[in-house]
C-alpha cells in the first residue's frame, strides 16, 4: 500500500501546543499543592524569594517555552507549506490550524499561569 | 472473485443490498446493529428520560412554588432533585448527542455505518439497561440522594446507609460504558469511514466537532468511572480511599468528579453546536463562514474545558494562587465559545436568512446561551463565585447553558432533520406556539432563580421560610416551569403530527449542501447505494444530483458482493480510498453481552458479590463469541471498489478500524490509570492522617520478576508477530506470552495477599492493593489475549497478510507491561515517599 502524502501523525500537531500547555498547568498545579503542604512558600530561596515561588517561576518559564517553540516550529512547518505548490490536501489547512492552535497555547499559558508571579502562593 | 460484480439497475441494487443490511422483522429487531435503527433507539429512549426529568422538575417546582409546602418530604426532595439532575446528565443529554451522532455521522461523511456497528448495538442495551436500573430504583423508593455529583463523605456508608448511593454508583458506571464505548466508536468512524475524497478539510462541521466531542469523552469520563469504582469499593470492602480519617480524602472524589464535570458542559454543548453550525449556514444560504476558525476554536475549548475543573470547586479550600489559575482559564474559555457565534452571526450577514422553524429555534438558542454564558464568566470570578456558591444563581446559571446550549439547538435539529428521519414535511404551525411557550416558560423559570441566588436562596433546600423576597419569584419560577411543560408537550404533539400526517417529499427541501440529503427519505438500511466521491467541502455539494447518480450505483462499491456489508476506509487526512471494511451482520451477542453485565451489575448491587463472578465470565464468553463470525480463512489480495479501482480488505491492512479501535480504548484506559496514580499522589501529597500505621515491605524479588514477566509478555507478541509476517508459526512465542501473564499475575496476586497491609486500614494500602490489582487484571486479559491470537492462529484466521488479531495483542501486551510497570514502581516507591513526607512535615 502505497504511503500517504499527508501522514496520520501529522494531525498530532494540532494538538500539540495544549498539550504541552495542559501538561504545565498540571504541573504548576501539583508543585503549588504539594508545596503549600509541605511549606516551601515559607522557605527562602535568595532575595525574598521563597523556594515556592522559585519553583512555580521555573514551571511557568519551561511552559511558556515549550508552547512558544511549538508555535515557532509550526509556524515553520505552515511556510513551507503554504509555499509549496504541489503540498497535498490537506497539508496547508492541518500547518495553519496547527500554527493558529500553538498560538492560542501561548496566550493561555501566559493568561492563566502568569500569576505565578504576583499572586500570594498557598492562602 | 476479483472481478467488479456486474452493475445492476436502481431498484434492483436497492433489493440486494437491502437484504443485506435491513435488520429483519420483529425479535429479529433485537439484533439490530444498523446505525439508522441504533441512532433513532438512542434518540427515542433518550427523550423519554427528557420526559421522566422533566416530570421530576415539575415535582420539584411544585414544592417550590410556595413557602413551607407539605408536598414533599426532605428524604423524597433529595431522592428527587438527584434524580433529575442525574436523568438529565447521563440519561439524556449525552445519550440524545450520542444518538445523533450515531444517526447522522455515517450520512453525513458517506458511509454506510459506523466502524463497529456490534459495539453500537451493545452501547445501546447497557444504556438501556443502566437507565432502567437507575429508574426502578426510583419507583422503589431507593433513588441516590446525594446530588447529581455525589459529594463524599455525604455518598459515603456512613451517612448514606441505604442502597441509594450503589444505584447511581452502579447504574451510572453502567451507562458509562455506553458512552465510551460511543465515544471510540464515534472517533474511529469519523477517522477512517469517510467519503473518498474527504480530506479533513472538507469535512462537513458537525464532524469536527462530533470528533472533538467524542475525543473529550475518551479523556473526560474515565475520571469519573475510576471515581465510581474506587467509591463504590469504598462502600463495599470499606477501603478508605475518602474517609479523612483513614488517610483518605473527599476532596479526592471532587477533583475526579469534575475532571469529568466540567468538560462534560462542552460535551454536551459542542455537538449542539456542531448542529447549528450545519443548520444556520443552510437557512442563511450562506456557506459556514469562519470554518478553519471554528476548527481551531473547537481544539482549543477541548483543552481549556479540561484546565478549568476546579472553578466547581472554589469554596472547598485550594490555594488561592491556584483558584487564579482556573479562575483565568475559565473566563478564557469564552473566547473560543464567542469565536463561533461570531462566525455564526458573520453566516447569517453575508448570507439571505430564510426564516423557518429552525431560525427560530437558534434564535432561541443564542438569547439564552449568551446569557448564561455571561453568567459563567461572572461566575468564573474568584469573589463573586464565593458570594454565588451553592444559590439559585448557579442553578439558573447552569440552565441558562445547558438549556440554551444543548435543548434549543435539540429543537431546532428536530425540525430541520425530522423530514430527512421520516420522508414527511410538517403540516401544522404548531412549532411556533411551541417555542414562544418554551422560551416564554423557560425564562420565567430561570431567570427568576438569578434573583432568589442573588438573595441568598440556596440550592436542595425543599423548602423555605416566607417574607424573605424568595416567595413570590419562587412562584413565579413554578408558573414559569408549567408554561414550559405545556411547550414541550406542544411541541411532541407537533412531531407525532407530523409522522402521521405530514406530506412525503421527494428530497432535500431545505436545498443544503450535504451529503444526508443525497439520500432517499426516510433513508434506506445502507444509507447510499454507491458511495460518493467529495471534491469540494462537504457543505457545498449538490445533493440533488449527487443523489440520483449514487442511487444508480455510479459510485464507489455501487454493488452487492458475496452478502458482505461493505463500505469503504480511507486515509485519515487525504481521504484517498484505503480498504474496504467487512462490518459483521445483525447479531443477539450484544444484547445477551449486556444482560450478562447488566447481571454483574445487579449482582454488585444486591451484595453478591461471589455470584457476581458467574455474570463476569459469561461476560468474558460472550466477548471471545463476538469474534467468532469476523475475520477471513484465506488471503484475498485487493478486490474491486467500483470506478476501477481496487483496495484490500480491512483484514489486510496495518491501520484496521479495529486496531485503531483498541488503540483509542486504551487512551481511555490509560487516563483512567492516570487518574489514579493522581488519586495515589494526591492522597500522599494533601490527605490527612498521614503517614500510615504500616507500609508493609514488598521488597525487590517479587516486583523485579514482575517486570520482567510484563517485560517478557509484551516482547513475545512482538516476536509472534515477527514469526508470523516471515511467514513461521507464532504459536510458540504466544504460549511463552500467555505464561509470562499468568506468571505476573500469580506474583501479583501473592503481593496483594502477602505484602500490602491490610487495606481497609489506611488510604495507603487501599491504593496499593487497587494499583496492584489493576496491574493483575490488565495481566489476566494480557492472558486472554494471547490465547486469543493462538486460537486464531490455529483456525487459520491469521496469516503473514492477515495479522490483525495479533498487532492488536501486541497494543493490549505493551500497554500492560507500560501501566504494570509504573503501578509496580510506584508501589515500591511508596514507602520511601511516605518517609519523605513524614520528614517534610
Not at chain 2, 135 to 161: E, K, N
Not at chain 2, 482 to 496: K, Q, R, S, W, Y
Not at chain 2, 536 to 565: I, K, P, S, V
Request: glycine letters at 8%; charged letters at 10%; one cysteine or more.
Amino acid at each position: 500500500m502505497k504511503q500517504s502524502p499527508v501522514p496520520a501523525r501529522r494531525m498530532i500537531w494540532l494538538v500539540l501546543g495544549h498539550v504541552a500547555w495542559a501538561a504545565g498547568f498540571v504541573a504548576l498545579y501539583a508543585g503549588l499543592s504539594i508545596g503549600c503542604e509541605y511549606g516551601w512558600h515559607v522557605m527562602e530561596l535568595a532575595g525574598g524569594v521563597s523556594v515556592q515561588r522559585a519553583m512555580l517561576i521555573v514551571l511557568f518559564l519551561a511552559t511558556l517555552a515549550a508552547t512558544s517553540v511549538i508555535a515557532f516550529l509550526s509556524w515553520r512547518r505552515w511556510s513551507a507549506a503554504r509555499t509549496k505548490t504541489a503540498a497535498a490536501a490537506p497539508a496547508p489547512f492541518l500547518e495553519w490550524a496547527s500554527f493558529i492552535s500553538s498560538l492560542t497555547a501561548v496566550a493561555a499559558a501566559i493568561v492563566s499561569l502568569a500569576p505565578s508571579f504576583v499572586l500570594t502562593t498557598c492562602y | 472473485m476479483n472481478r467488479e460484480p456486474e452493475r445492476l439497475n436502481p431498484i434492483a441494487l436497492h433489493r440486494q443490498l437491502a437484504a443485506i443490511w435491513d435488520s429483519g422483522k420483529g425479535l429479529q429487531r433485537l439484533g439490530a446493529v444498523n446505525h439508522t435503527v441504533l441512532g433513532k433507539r438512542f434518540m427515542v429512549t433518550a427523550f423519554v428520560f427528557f420526559a421522566i426529568g422533566g416530570v421530576l422538575a415539575m415535582l420539584i417546582r411544585a414544592q417550590l412554588a410556595t413557602p413551607h409546602s407539605a408536598f414533599m418530604d426532605a428524604a423524597t426532595y433529595n431522592q428527587i432533585f438527584t434524580m433529575h439532575g442525574t436523568v438529565m446528565m447521563f440519561l439524556f443529554a449525552i445519550p440524545m448527542l450520542e444518538g445523533a451522532a450515531i444517526y447522522f455521522l455515517p450520512k453525513m461523511l458517506g458511509a454506510r455505518d459506523l466502524a463497529f456497528p456490534r459495539l453500537t448495538a451493545l452501547g445501546y442495551w447497557c444504556y438501556l439497561f443502566g437507565g432502567t436500573i437507575i429508574i426502578v430504583a426510583m419507583l422503589a423508593g431507593v433513588a441516590p440522594d446525594s446530588g447529581w455529583f455525589m459529594y463524599t463523605p455525604l455518598s459515603s456508608r456512613p451517612f448514606s446507609p441505604g442502597v441509594n448511593a450503589d444505584v447511581w454508583l452502579l447504574g451510572i458506571t453502567f451507562v458509562e460504558i455506553s458512552a465510551v464505548c460511543a465515544a471510540i466508536e464515534i472517533t474511529v468512524s469519523i477517522l477512517k469511514l469517510r467519503a473518498p475524497g474527504m480530506s479533513l478539510d472538507k469535512m462537513p462541521i458537525f464532524g469536527w466537532y462530533m470528533l472533538v466531542t467524542a475525543l473529550m469523552m475518551i479523556f473526560g469520563f474515565p475520571p469519573l468511572i475510576l471515581a465510581s469504582i474506587l467509591l463504590e469499593v469504598e462502600r463495599a470492602f470499606d477501603f478508605p480511599f475518602f474517609d479523612p480519617t483513614r488517610g483518605g480524602d473527599s476532596l479526592l472524589w471532587a477533583h475526579l468528579f469534575w475532571l469529568f464535570g466540567h468538560p462534560e458542559v462542552y460535551i454536551i454543548f459542542l455537538p449542539a453546536a456542531g448542529a447549528v453550525s450545519m443548520i444556520l449556514p443552510v437557512l442563511a444560504r450562506n456557506p459556514l463562514m469562519g470554518y478553519r476558525a471554528i476548527i481551531v476554536a473547537l481544539i482549543a475549548m477541548a483543552f481549556l474545558s479540561f484546565g478549568i475543573w476546579v472553578h466547581h470547586m472554589f469554596t472547598l479550600g485550594i490555594p488561592h494562587l491556584a483558584l487564579a489559575f482556573f479562575s483565568a482559564a475559565s473566563a478564557l474559555v469564552a473566547i473560543p465559545t464567542g469565536i463561533q457565534i461570531f462566525a455564526w452571526i458573520a453566516t447569517l450577514a453575508h448570507g439571505r436568512p430564510r426564516f423557518e422553524i429552525p431560525m427560530l429555534y437558534i434564535f432561541g438558542f443564542l438569547v439564552v446561551f449568551v446569557a448564561g454564558g455571561l453568567t459563567g464568566v461572572m461566575l468564573a470570578m474568584v469573589p463573586f463565585n464565593w458570594q454565588a456558591h451553592d444559590t439559585h444563581f448557579v442553578v439558573a446559571h447552569l440552565h441558562y447553558v445547558l438549556v440554551g446550549g444543548f435543548v434549543f439547538p435539540m429543537l431546532a435539529a428536530a425540525y430541520y432533520w425530522l423530514p430527512q428521519v421520516t420522508g414527511r414535511l410538517p403540516v401544522f404551525k404548531l412549532s411556533i406556539p411551541a417555542f414562544w411557550l418554551i422560551f416564554i416558560g423557560f425564562n420565567m423559570t430561570f431567570f427568576m432563580m438569578h434573583i432568589t441566588g442573588l438573595r441568598g436562596m440556596p440550592r436542595r433546600v425543599f423548602t423555605y421560610p416566607a417574607d424573605i423576597g424568595w416567595d413570590w419569584l419562587n412562584l413565579l419560577s413554578s408558573v414559569g416551569g408549567f408554561i414550559l411543560t405545556m411547550g414541550f408537550a406542544l411541541f411532541v404533539i407537533d412531531v407525532v403530527l407530523q409522522l402521521r400526517f405530514g406530506k412525503p417529499f421527494r428530497r432535500n427541501p431545505w436545498g443544503a449542501g450535504t451529503l444526508e440529503w443525497a439520500q432517499p427519505t426516510p433513508p434506506p438500511s445502507y444509507n447510499f447505494a454507491s458511495l460518493p466521491t467529495v471534491d469540494r467541502r462537504a457543505d457545498t455539494l449538490d445533493a440533488g444530483r449527487m443523489g440520483a447518480e449514487l442511487a444508480g450505483g455510479r459510485g464507489y462499491l455501487g454493488f452487492a458482493r458475496n452478502g458482505w456489508m461493505e463500505t469503504l476506509a480511507v486515509d485519515m487526512t487525504t481521504g484517498r480510498p484505503e480498504h474496504v471494511v467487512l462490518l459483521p451482520n445483525n447479531s443477539m451477542l450484544p444484547l445477551w453481552t449486556s444482560l450478562a453485565i447488566g447481571g454483574f451489575v445487579l449482582s454488585l448491587l444486591f451484595q453478591f458479590y461471589l455470584f457476581s463472578l458467574v455474570p463476569l465470565a459469561l461476560v468474558l464468553v460472550l466477548a471471545l463469541s463476538w469474534t467468532r463470525t469476523t475475520g477471513q480463512r484465506a488471503d484475498r489480495g485487493p478486490i474491486p471498489i467500483g470506478r476501477g479501482e481496487m483496495a484490500p480488505t480491512h483484514y489486510e491492512i496495518s491501520g484496521a478500524p479495529s486496531w485503531w479501535g483498541m488503540v483509542f480504548t486504551l487512551f481511555a484506559n490509560g487516563t483512567l490509570f492516570a487518574s489514579l496514580l493522581f488519586g495515589a499522589l494526591f492522597l500522599w501529597a494533601v490527605a490527612p492522617n498521614w503517614p500510615p500505621p504500616s507500609t508493609g515491605e514488598i521488597g525487590l524479588v517479587a516486583p523485579v520478576l514482575v517486570l520482567l514477566a510484563f517485560a517478557l509478555a509484551a516482547g513475545t507478541n512482538h516476536l509472534a508477530v515477527a514469526a508470523n509476517r516471515r511467514g513461521g508459526s507464532p504459536l510458540l512465542w504466544l504460549a511463552l506470552c500467555a505464561a509470562a501473564h499468568l506468571t505476573a499475575v500469580i506474583v501479583l496476586v501473592w503481593c496483594i495477599r502477602n505484602v500490602v497491609p491490610d487495606p481497609t486500614s489506611h488510604a495507603y494500602a487501599a491504593v496499593c492493593f487497587i494499583l496492584l490489582a489493576y496491574a493483575a487484571l490488565h495481566s489476566s486479559l494480557g492472558a486472554v489475549f494471547a490465547f486469543y491470537g493462538f486460537e486464531r492462529f490455529r483456525q487459520g484466521y491469521v496469516s503473514a497478510v492477515r495479522s490483525l488479531d495479533l498487532r492488536i495483542g501486541s497494543l493490549w501486551h505493551d500497554y500492560t507491561a507500560g501501566t504494570g510497570a509504573i503501578a509496580v514502581i510506584l508501589v515500591v516507591l511508596m514507602p520511601a515517599l511516605v518517609a519523605m513526607g513524614a520528614w517534610q512535615q
